[in-house]
């Protein structure tokens, strides 16, 4: 089934719909670009998001929220709140019915405040009232009294002994330590370097939204725009003091979510106050709060060394990983799991000396964003890639060629790479490339500039740059996690016509879920007609939306519930047609005997019955990593991409334009191409904002640029052309051997992207998001 | 909250007389996003958009009479060959969409410093016209911004238009970014060639509180043009005017940029556009030949 079709690379735009090698006769299945069904309504306006959730007689709920980055809690009055008429409830910490914190791996955060607050925009009180203006000056008349505290946000302060505790147990959320081979490892040809990335928002566009509706016996339906919502049901349950059979959530339409939504926002919240008054309540933030809403991209610093024989094979790696996980846990533990287990890069180091740390700090929440700590690393290693390949007097790609992993590999940890590890591939494809022409001729045309029609060059100071970068990462969770998905599948007759109904928790953040789960059952049962019944907890889990795992977990349970759906249907037949079922298959609603060339209409076979059967989908089972030597095979599968980058910038202005990126990824099998690709464009854009311009930026533990006016991300203008080289290597671990798609593009573009920036200037940027002064000598761009 | 929304310039006149507290909105760019952060709550609301006196441009004696509620887009598509500065800046504006709604009035209403309408009116001496049920008059641009986010607007008044001199030579507009597009200025810098009285017009932009111009390096620059001749401009000339350009920059440290960097990208913008509108007027030929930029 998984061929390696290396495809000649394609640019932008794609052509016509395109199939892959696999035999998929059935249309819109497996290997086509099935058109989903959300993209009409998106782009019209239609599709109902979570924001757009109506009940009749609804309140809306609204938040108070900390000024201070950390102070003691010393009052709080409700009093002026509590008579606004219009307001119908005000609630406190005291009023949280079940456990009062919550959290993904560590229950630290407080569902409400109670003695203190660790961060900017922690939510103290919550309001219900009959219109979000009420609920919004009622908001206004909470008195809270602060004693502010002065602020911990660095976060190696916050591990060196004596500075205060932010949590019982220290500020150390986790260290990850990683020793392999010779610790006192000595090479020809060492290099070092300090690394700096920033805090980067998933900025999905969809903000925080919900709708609790009290069932009017104590439980509780919360529609909500999520990434697992059982995950979000055991929380939410506890904190609600209710059994998890009284908490219903159903998914409401989701407007982006790369991380951002793993984590509870307004969930507990609304259903407290839906209980509280037994009414509905619906909670939507607004942007600015939706930055102090969520979790966002863990900040680094890193400081590598690499050492290399004169030949330029590596030798060792040491690195040090401090990453700022901010106020609370959310899910550190795993990110700086991520960030010391590839912090080598996808590379041959037979020593190598790991550590990574995680920091409490009073600067926001750090958490999950596509690339999981992976990207922080992929920065580091590959910049120092760079600079030991210029120390060794050697092309910088043939260098990573020279150490690239391969199936068989292992990996700091000690584990081995088992699926294809198509690194020196990649490299080589995107190196063949062709490069996009030097200089545009013809008339000015200022969106080809650094600066775009800001008009600020009409090519004086501008000066071209090429670079490269591979990463890699985990699909799946790791370290023991059994992140399985559940699937079911019904086949039965509805007006002649044989009709697939499929089930699954599986959250459609976008990404092409729900069109992958009617491709697989089209294809696997051979019926044109499928349903995807809207994503709730009346299922069995499906796991998260998350680490690139959504289509192998619960692709895999789709396929495996509809083979056992077929099973029993050809059980049906043999005998009548065949006695032999291998020689039967299911495909444009009949039942085909291979063999005799006959066919059976699948309706009549049916008939007034149906097959229903329920997989639950688990991969292979991971184990922890040693706490001293960091060794076991913690990761379930690795994807690999490679990027390079062409870039121009204006050496005087230090404005930058992206020129082109060409990418070559492995996804296994590319169950719909088109989506991909979008997810490929999508990833290789969020990692260009990271290269050169996203940045929450705190002062003091305050977000100073809450909006999207000064939080910027890229436009179209900003996003280039792209050539994609998709590779389909089929893992033999997985169904179909599909891989992850969907965060190796934001792992390897950022440093390309820098890399080339490096290549035209000749600075350093060492920090990212590379800012203008950093190409500017005489301008000390301040802090790291 | 009261919502007006009078259908000639003399009804919007006298609600605003009757509301001085009341608050104009025209494309609503800027309004709506400040009442969406919730930092102001209208009382009364006067919406100007289908006043048509608003919505109209004019020329007389070399003078261009652009009514407040006229568009980005329209400025371009309609004046790019008589205000040559105005048209780029606008679109450096925003994206498409707030190209078509927001208007002059409007960014002059808001007084921002990183007002992108402002600098390539100040830079040639245009002038606001404001009215009242009192009657109309008009004041320099650069008086009528009087602060951040502050102008000379009485309670009673309404901007009316602008009154810009049709260019008598190439002119430029330049801002920084640190996206390629949809992005407040960092910097901007507006200049204009004046090619009948030989002397040139500046403005910064997101520079200081106020618009500025750059008189000392006005007067320089004007000196030391070749303006017979039309030889380019030599290196350390242009380099001269950056320095006296940056020079009179007050820029801040914000979330956008440093200061420094704003004081050094105002040098270097002035230099580009120096050259970029010399050797415009150079292809263009002498001023007696000159006969309007090319749109
Ligand atoms: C996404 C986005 C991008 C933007 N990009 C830019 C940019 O690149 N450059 C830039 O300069 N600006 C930008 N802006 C800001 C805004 O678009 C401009 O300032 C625009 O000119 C405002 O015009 P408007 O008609 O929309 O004003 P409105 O929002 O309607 O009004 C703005 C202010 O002026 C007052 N006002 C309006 N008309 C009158 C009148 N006739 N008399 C008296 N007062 C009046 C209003 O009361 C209000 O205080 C952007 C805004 C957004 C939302």
Redesign the interface.
């Known amino acids: 089934m998984s061929t390696h079709t290396t495809a000649p690379p394609k640019t932008r735009p794609p052509g016509t719909p395109e199939t892959t090698g696999m035999d998929a006769p059935t249309k819109d299945g497996v290997g086509s670009s099935a058109r989903r069904p959300d993209g009409v309504p998106k782009v019209t306006g239609d599709f109902a998001y979570s924001s757009d959730l109506w009940a009749e007689g609804m309140l809306w709920g609204a938040t108070v929220r900390s000024p201070h980055p950390r102070a003691r809690i010393v009052s709080i009055d409700i009093s002026k709140a509590l008579a606004l008429p219009g307001v119908w409830a005000v609630l406190t910490h005291e009023d949280v019915p079940g456990r009062k914190t919550y959290g993904l791996e560590l229950p630290d955060q407080p569902v409400l405040a109670w003695d203190q607050v660790r961060y900017e925009g922690e939510a103290v009180v919550i309001i219900a009232a009959e219109h979000p203006e009420t609920a919004?000056r009622a908001a206004d008349r909470v008195t809270i009294v602060y004693e502010e505290l002065d602020p911990i946000t660095d976060p190696e302060a916050a591990l060196e002994v004596g500075t205060d505790a932010l949590h019982p147990g220290g500020n150390l959320v986790r260290h990850v330590p990683i020793r392999s081979g010779d610790q006192d490892a000595t090479a020809d040809v060492v290099v070092t370097g300090d690394y700096a990335t920033r805090m980067q928002d998933q900025a999905f566009l969809g903000p925080e939204s919900g709708l609790a509706v009290p069932d009017g016996e104590g439980g509780v339906d919360l529609y909500v725009a999520t990434q697992w919502m059982h995950v979000d049901l055991g929380q939410l349950a506890g904190s609600l003091g209710l059994t998890e059979d009284r908490v219903r959530i159903t998914l409401a339409g989701v407007g982006g979510a790369f991380g951002a939504r793993e984590d509870l926002s307004m969930q507990i919240h609304c259903c407290m106050l839906a209980l509280h008054t037994n009414r509905p309540v619906k909670m939507m933030y607004?942007?600015?709060e939706s930055f102090y809403g969520h979790v966002h991209r863990h900040p680094a610093r890193m400081h590598y060394e690499h050492g290399a024989t004169k030949a330029g094979d590596l030798v060792y790696v040491k690195a040090k990983i401090v990453l700022d996980g901010g106020a609370y846990a959310s899910s550190s533990t795993a990110v700086v799991s991520n960030a010391a287990c590839f912090a080598a890069g996808p590379y041959n180091v037979p020593n190598t000396t790991i550590d990574g740390y995680v920091a409490y700090t009073n600067n926001p929440p750090c958490g999950a964003m596509r690339g999981f700590g992976s990207v922080q690393v992929c920065f580091a290693y590959e910049s120092q890639m760079d600079k030991l390949a210029d120390a060794l007097g050697m092309d910088p790609v043939d260098l990573r060629i020279r150490n690239a992993m391969t199936t068989g590999s292992r990996l700091p940890t000690g584990q081995k790479v088992e699926g294809p590890a198509p690194v020196k591939e990649l490299l080589e494809s995107i190196r063949a490339m062709p490069l996009p022409p030097a200089t545009p001729a013809g008339p000015l045309d200022l969106?080809r500039y650094?600066?775009?029609?800001?008009?600020?060059?009409?090519g004086?100071?501008v000066r071209r740059g090429i670079g490269y970068g591979v990463g890699f990462k985990n699909i799946a969770y790791s370290e023991g996690f059994d992140d399985y998905s559940t699937a079911r599948v019904k086949l039965w007759v509805s007006g002649g016509e044989p009709i697939v109904e499929v089930h699954t928790a599986a959250a459609e953040v976008g990404q092409g879920i729900v069109t992958v789960q009617m491709q697989i059952a089209r294809t696997e049962l051979g019926v044109d007609q499928v349903v995807v019944l809207p994503a709730d907890t009346q299922v069995g889990s499906a796991g998260s939306t998350s680490a690139s795992r959504q289509t192998s977990m619960t692709g895999g349970a789709v396929r495996r519930a509809c083979i056992a759906v077929r099973m029993r249907v050809l059980q049906k037949v043999v005998g009548t047609l065949t006695d032999d079922p291998g020689d039967l298959s299911l495909n444009g609603g009949k039942i085909v005997s291979d063999s005799l060339g006959m066919t059976l209409d699948l309706a009549e076979v049916i008939g007034a019955g149906s097959f229903e059967e329920t997989y639950e989908y688990h991969h292979r089972k991971t184990s922890p990593l040693d706490p001293e030597t960091g060794q076991g095979d913690a990761h379930v599968a690795f994807a690999f991409s490679a990027h390079r980058a062409v870039c121009d910038v204006d050496l005087?202005?230090?404005?930058v334009?992206v020129v082109e990126l060409a990418t070559a990824q492995d996804v296994g099998k590319a169950i719909n191409p088109q989506a991909v690709e979008g997810q490929i464009e999508g990833g290789s854009a969020q990692g260009l904002g990271l290269a050169?311009?996203e940045e929450i930026?705190i002062k003091d533990g305050k977000i100073?640029?809450p909006?999207f006016?000064?939080y910027?991300i890229?436009?179209?203008?900003?996003m280039p052309p792209m050539q994609i080289d998709i590779m389909e290597l089929g893992d033999p671990d997985s169904e179909y051997g599909v891989k992850g798609v969907g965060e190796p593009p934001a792992i390897s573009s950022t440093p390309a992207i820098v890399a080339a920036l490096r290549d035209a200037s000749g600075k350093p940027l060492a920090r990212i998001p590379v800012?203008?002064?950093d190409f500017?000598d005489?301008?000390s761009?301040?802090d790291d | 909250m009261e919502f007006f929304r009078p259908a000639s310039l003399a009804e919007a006149l006298e609600i605003k007389a009757a509301h001085p507290g009341g608050i104009p909105i025209a494309g609503g760019t800027d309004l709506m996003v400040e009442i969406n952060f919730d930092k102001r709550r209208p009382e009364v609301l006067i919406d100007l958009t289908v006043c048509p006196e608003l919505q109209e441009w004019s020329r007389s004696n070399g003078t261009i009479r652009i009514g407040s509620g006229v568009s980005y887009s329209r400025l371009i598509a309609e004046l790019a060959g008589e205000l040559p500065g105005l048209a780029i800046a606008s679109r450096t504006v925003g994206s498409p969409q707030i190209r078509n709604r927001g208007t002059l009035g409007g960014n002059l209403g808001t007084a921002s410093p990183a007002g992108d309408g402002v600098p390539p009116l100040v830079a040639v001496g245009a002038e606001v016209e404001v009215a009242s049920t009192n009657g109309a008059r008009t004041l320099p641009v650069a008086e009528f911004i009087t602060g951040v986010k502050k102008n000379a607007l009485a309670g009673d008044e309404l901007i009316v238009a602008v009154h810009v001199p049709v260019a008598k030579g190439p002119q430029q507009f330049s801002k920084i970014g640190t996206r390629n597009a949809m992005v407040i200025a960092v910097a901007t810098f507006s200049i204009a060639l004046d090619l009948e009285s030989r002397t040139v017009g500046t403005a910064l932009g997101s520079s200081s509180p106020r618009p500025l111009r750059a008189h000392d390096a006005e007067e320089f620059i004007a000196a030391e043009l070749d303006w017979a001749e039309h030889t380019p401009v030599p290196a350390n000339v242009a380099e001269r005017f950056g320095e006296l350009v940056a020079g009179v920059a007050t820029p801040i440290d914000d979330v956008r940029g440093t200061a420094a960097y704003r004081r050094h990208a105002l040098g270097v913008m002035a230099k580009r556009t120096l050259t970029w509108t010399w050797d415009e007027a150079g292809r263009l030929g002498a001023p007696a030949e000159w006969k309007g930029p090319r749109s």
């Open positions: 919004r607004s942007r600015e969106t650094p600066g775009g029609v800001s008009n600020t060059t009409h004086e100071g005087e202005l230090g404005l334009k050169v311009m930026q100073m640029n909006s006016t000064d910027l890229p436009t179209i203008l900003d800012r203008p002064d500017l005489f301008i761009s301040g």
